[in-house]
């Protein structure tokens, strides 16, 4: 049974016509949103956590409709990391990393032993060892960004959605970052978010969805749908494509350069590597 | 900003807290046109004390120290709640208006030649509609922002200011001091302090459960509602309880500024952010603060009294300019 599905989904972005979505996600999964700017793939992700109304269809998790359940049993089973924060009151890293422990507890509870145990874990997860007591608000983007995702990791839904989890992360952060969400996937999370960057989708993901401004979308594993011209047609970019460490990279086509390049070959790469 | 450095003695703020506030307390009881020695001021409290002592002690100052304390911790919990409701350190009852709704309502029924309780109900009565002005004008099209509401609350404090001056201008003399009292806050109105202290314990009970969820709101509500909060339901609940507890504070004591900011400020800088802490602090210190303002109110140019809200706004607007100037663009 699919894990988080979308039966008719139709995003609400006021002005625009949608087209309904259909998707069916499985434990094991990582998917990987793509678009232009302003394509929908923020609404996607909020539509799909049951923070945005779709304008029609639904969202079910584990098969049940997102509005038959609490907004508490929803935190449990499917958690979120945004694109923009709010850090308007000072709060510690521990502090703010504990804040994924909250649909766990109830009104009368204090967060317990187990609790600590899981915030310590988390914050070793993405490197934040030692900054337990500094202010959020005294962090770099990059160290933020990590403290939003050692939050989810901390909160251990079922269903991981992150929005651009890669956003301010140098090049270390990012590759760890997509391996911790890709073991996560290991151990049957499921995990989907927004990329603005082809290169990690292809990298890591097993799934992609592109998500097209006109509201049509193309959904389905990496390697049928990270083509060449459903990506230049996404972007409305002309690409060129090469294969890195077997995973296909995606580069805008500088100006003047040959009209074709190599595809990728699959037998070749697998050889190589 | 250094670091909230409570940690390492999570046991000691309530201590120190309940210390200061009975320190204070006593200090009110000593002090006035007759000053009492603590010794005596121990012996009126074991019951055996003159009667002089007795009147000063138990019929003067005792309630009026009390209500002193009650408002200022309905004003300073009041405050942050504001707080996190707009998550901005800048809201507070009386930069939102609420203040000037609640004092409008208290003078029209004075230029009426209404008393008692009547200026009681229609401070009350102010002070909500000025809520429901303020929130429903900020909601707008398509929901409220925090900037929105701020600036609302601004306009819309300014509006009141100019009805009051209206107010007083059609005013007859001998009404003029009395109401210019009640402007600036006067705890010489309290009748009884019994109806604000239960107000900011039962406040203290109800907020009890509801710390994590708010330091949860705090960080955003989108983030909140990811979290499992119900954001709506904890927006209005806060909301509604905040303007209680001004329209409270308001009807005992006229309109005493700027505690609301300072207070939750100031704690917030030792204590860190978790409203669990922080409330009850708040009831505490906000408390602390307008009973030694009321005490200097009623010392500093004895036997003339001053306005308590001149001594604490001589303290908060220093605070909230300091706050404008370091805040982030």
Request: with cysteine.
């Amino acid at each position: 049974m699919s894990r988080l599905a979308a039966r008719g989904l139709a995003l609400a972005i006021p002005g625009r016509a949608t087209r309904p979505l259909e998707l069916e996600i499985t434990p094991g999964q990582v998917w990987g949103v793509l678009g232009p700017n302003g394509a929908g793939k923020t609404t996607l992700l909020h539509t799909l956590a049951g923070l945005h109304a779709p304008r029609a269809g639904g969202v079910f998790l584990d098969g049940e409709p997102l509005g038959a359940l609490g907004r508490r049993e929803v935190a449990r089973r499917l958690g979120l990391v945004f694109q923009e924060r709010m850090d308007g009151f000072p709060a510690t890293v521990s502090e703010a990393v504990m804040m994924g422990r909250h649909p766990y507890l109830s009104l009368f509870q204090r967060e317990n032993a187990e609790d600590g145990e899981r915030v310590e874990a988390a914050l070793s997860a993405f490197d934040l060892a030692g900054f337990e007591q500094r202010l959020v608000s005294s962090l770099s983007g990059g160290e933020r960004q990590r403290v939003a995702l050692a939050t989810l990791h901390a909160q251990d839904p079922a269903v991981w959605l992150l929005d651009e989890p890669t956003n301010h992360l140098d090049l270390h952060h990012q590759s760890a970052a997509m391996a911790l969400l890709s073991e996560q996937a290991r151990r049957g999370r499921t995990v989907m978010m927004c990329l603005h960057d082809v290169n990690l989708a292809a990298r890591w993901c097993s799934h992609a969805l592109l998500l097209h401004p006109g509201g049509e979308a193309e959904a389905g594993p990496v390697d049928e749908v990270l083509e060449l011209a459903s990506l230049e047609r996404l972007y409305r970019q002309p690409l060129s494509a090469a294969e890195i460490d077997g995973a296909p990279v995606f580069m805008p086509r500088r100006a003047g350069a040959p009209d074709t390049c190599d595809p990728p070959d699959p037998s070749r790469s697998s050889h190589e590597r | 900003m250094r670091p909230p450095s409570n940690d390492r003695r999570p046991g000691a703020w309530p201590v120190a807290l309940i210390a200061l506030a009975l320190a204070a307390l006593a200090l009110a009881l000593v002090s006035g046109s007759a000053t009492l020695s603590l010794g005596e001021l121990a012996q009126a409290l074991a019951g055996n004390g003159g009667a002089l002592a007795n009147t000063l002690v138990f019929d003067l100052r005792l309630p009026r120290a009390l209500a002193a304390f009650a408002v200022g911790g309905l004003l300073a919990v009041a405050g942050a709640l504001m707080q996190v409701l707009l998550r901005n350190p800048l809201a507070d009852p009386y930069v939102l208006g609420l203040s000037g709704g609640a004092s409008i309502g208290a003078l029209g029924a004075m230029l009426a030649g209404l008393g008692g309780l009547l200026v009681t109900g229609s401070a009350f009565a102010g002070a909500l509609l000025s809520t429901l002005l303020v929130f429903g004008l900020a909601q707008g099209r398509g929901g409220w922002t925090p900037a929105r509401l701020l600036l609302t609350g601004v306009v819309v404090a300014s509006g009141w200011g100019a009805l009051i001056t209206l107010v007083l201008a059609m005013s007859p003399a001998e009404r003029l001091p009395g109401m210019l009292y009640w402007l600036m806050g006067d705890l010489a109105y309290a009748r009884t302090p019994w109806p604000p202290l239960m107000v900011l314990a039962l406040t203290c009970v109800l907020l009890w459960p509801l710390g994590r969820s708010l330091n949860v709101l705090a960080r955003g509500p989108l983030q909140a509602a990811a979290l499992g909060v119900n954001v709506r339901g904890l927006e209005w609940g806060i909301y509604l309880l905040a303007s209680l507890l001004t329209a409270m504070a308001v009807t005992t004591a006229g309109s005493i500024g700027f505690v609301g900011l300072v207070v939750p400020h100031m704690l917030r800088l030792v204590l860190g952010n978790d409203q669990r802490r922080l409330l009850p602090a708040c009831a505490l210190a906000g408390g602390t603060l307008v009973l030694l303002a009321d005490t200097l109110a009623r010392t500093l140019i004895a036997p003339e009294q001053l306005p308590v809200g001149v001594i604490t706004a001589l303290l908060g607007v220093p605070t909230f300019l300091l706050l404008l100037y370091r805040s982030q663009p």
